[in-house]
């Protein structure tokens, strides 16, 4: 086994042998529950089901950012703060192990937590279709903007000394990311190119949204996420120099 | 076995440690002493490879740190002064995680966690959550998880830190029981602990190291050795102090009469001299109120070197 799986193991069964990780899952599943019924579903039972679908994703991508910066605050910033952190340091694990490791747990704990809510999807069934394509198209795009998202969650976590300000600098982080599209808006070509290209939202989600796989989004989120854990691989063996 | 050579570190500006030089051969068992901020803890993280050196080397089996820092990590066992426990674990699994990390194949996973129980007394704590454990316990899956790989190395930090009197004299002879198989390197504020586990010394001021040997090197190089005693005896006679002295191992006696009345003589001789100095005293028609041993020669030594500007002699 691995080192990067080991230490996945770990984590993730910390998530399921502690309160904290089914606390978030509850909170976002009986969130997402919530607003299904109350803006997808809805009372205008004239709307498409492709709509009613379309409608689910886009709730869904409020609450998995928000649960990934819940459930990535505590990732490297709870092992410095409760000292374990020295265990895997001292262990012959390499950085990358640690933030790959941590990452995986936290990204198969997301999608467990995802996955969970698919009978929300389903009730669509009920009075209208439901297109297979669409279904895994959305989770894809739900996937990649978790994995984004708790990729910038680890980094504020490696840089952070204490949990709540892992959460305040991710939540930040991905506010930012966010608001870039509507900064570029105020800007001029081409620097509002670069700035809606870099958006976490309103360019490449919506797609996925809809149904549609575009390579460039993927790719984006991809980029994001490989981004973000180089930077913690790069925070944590800097932290050896201090 | 360790060479450590003309080792710096820098926090900024501020040297927590400065050319710090010395050995370790395998199978010793060295005590690490120094006050707070004297930059023990800084020198332990660099030799548990958690640290890098701003100058300077450090070799285990002729491995340099930084330049194999895991080949080297896998012949180390680390204990910080707070232990590394994940506390939602139990023993048993959270040693078997310890074990995995160091590379333990699985095959031999169980038997190397289960040894670690028996050698830290932990057989009977092996399905116990360690976030319910009292704090001796806790240090004492510390000290397993540092174990539990079979490290030629072992470097400990406080060890007994925040233990009570009974839990001490545990750790003391846990730490006994490593005797022969690790060397080790162990910090300590607990003088005595440190006085009856190791077999030599390495102590450190402002960074520096200020004396280095056994406590009897130690002390004669200071021009302490031997015992050190007080009696104390009632009414005021300072005029024993010569009869002491003709006590041929008595090297200095000093009378030192107290408010309460009595003399108290303090003693200093080549060997323990207490009954011939009560048959003495109690010969010389006097009452023996009180005869113990003075205070403790590490205590000496140690106070002795800390106070000293650093640079200074040893």
């Not at chain 2, 002729?62 to 506390?87: A, K, Q």
């Not at chain 2, 520096?208 to 005021?236: H, K, P, R």
């Not at chain 2, 100095?277 to 006097?286: D, E, K, N, S």
């Amino acid at each position: 086994m691995t080192a990067t799986w080991l230490i996945a193991r770990r984590e993730l069964s910390a998530y399921l042998r502690t309160m904290g990780g089914y606390v978030v899952a509850a909170a976002v599943l009986f969130v997402n529950g919530i607003l299904f019924n109350a803006f997808a579903l809805g009372a205008d039972h004239s709307r498409l089901s492709t709509e009613v679908l379309s409608q689910f994703f886009y709730l869904c991508s409020g609450t998995i950012m928000t649960a990934s910066v819940f459930l990535s605050m505590r990732l490297l910033a709870e092992e410095r703060q409760m000292g374990t952190m020295v265990l895997l340091a001292s262990s012959p694990v390499r950085e990358r192990d640690i933030v790959l490791g941590k990452f995986l747990s936290a990204l198969l704990f997301l999608a467990l937590m995802t996955v969970a809510g698919v009978f929300m999807p389903l009730l669509i069934l009920v009075n209208g279709k439901l297109s297979v394509g669409h279904v895994a198209a959305g989770y894809l795009g739900l996937f990649l903007l978790g994995s984004a998202s708790l990729a910038i969650g680890i980094l504020a976590s490696a840089l952070a000394r204490t949990q709540l300000l892992a959460a305040i600098l991710s939540g930040g982080m991905v506010v930012g990311m966010i608001l870039l599209y509507p900064l570029g808006s105020l800007t001029e070509r081409p620097l509002s190119e670069v700035l809606f290209s870099l958006g976490i939202w309103h360019k490449h989600f919506p797609p996925f949204q809809a149904g549609i796989i575009h390579l460039r989004d993927v790719v984006y989120y991809l980029a994001v996420t490989y981004f973000a854990l180089f930077l913690s691989m790069r925070v944590l063996e800097a932290r050896r120099w201090r | 076995m360790i060479e450590v050579d003309k080792l710096s570190k820098y926090y900024g500006e501020r040297a927590a440690i400065r050319d710090l030089s010395f050995s370790i051969a395998k199978g010793e068992v060295v005590g690490f002493l120094g006050l707070n901020g004297a930059g023990k803890t800084t020198t332990l993280r660099i030799l548990g490879c958690l640290l890098l050196p701003t100058s300077g080397s450090v070799r285990l089996d002729d491995l340099e740190v930084t330049h194999h820092p895991y080949e080297i990590r896998r012949r180390i066992g680390f204990l910080p002064d707070v232990p590394p426990l994940y506390p939602e674990m139990t023993v048993g699994s959270y040693l078997a995680f310890a074990a995995r990390l160091r590379r333990v194949p699985n095959r031999d996973t169980a038997a190397r966690v289960a040894e670690a129980e028996d050698k830290t007394a932990l057989r009977d704590m092996h399905n116990e959550i360690i976030g319910e454990l009292s704090h001796g316990y806790r240090q004492r899956v510390g000290l397993a998880q540092a174990i539990v790989h079979k490290p030629a190395v072992l470097i400990l930090d406080e060890p007994s830190s925040g233990l009570d009197p009974a839990q001490i004299v545990e750790m003391r002879n846990l730490l006994n029981g490593l005797r022969g198989e690790h060397t080790v390197l162990l910090s300590s504020h607990f003088l005595s602990e440190i006085s009856q586990t190791c077999d030599r010394l390495l102590i450190i001021h402002n960074g520096q190291l200020v004396g280095q040997g056994s406590e009897s090197e130690l002390a004669s190089s200071m021009g302490q050795s031997g015992n050190t005693l007080e009696a104390e005896i009632g009414g005021q006679s300072p005029d024993l102090a010569n009869r002491l002295l003709e006590i041929s191992a008595i090297r200095q006696a000093k009378a030192r009469p107290t408010a309460d009345g009595t003399t108290v003589f303090d003693i200093v001789a080549n060997a323990d001299v207490r009954a011939e100095v009560a048959r003495l005293l109690v010969g010389a028609g006097c009452d023996l109120l009180r005869l113990e041993r003075g205070e403790s020669r590490l205590e000496s030594i140690f106070m002795n070197l800390t106070q000293r500007p650093p640079g200074g002699a040893p």
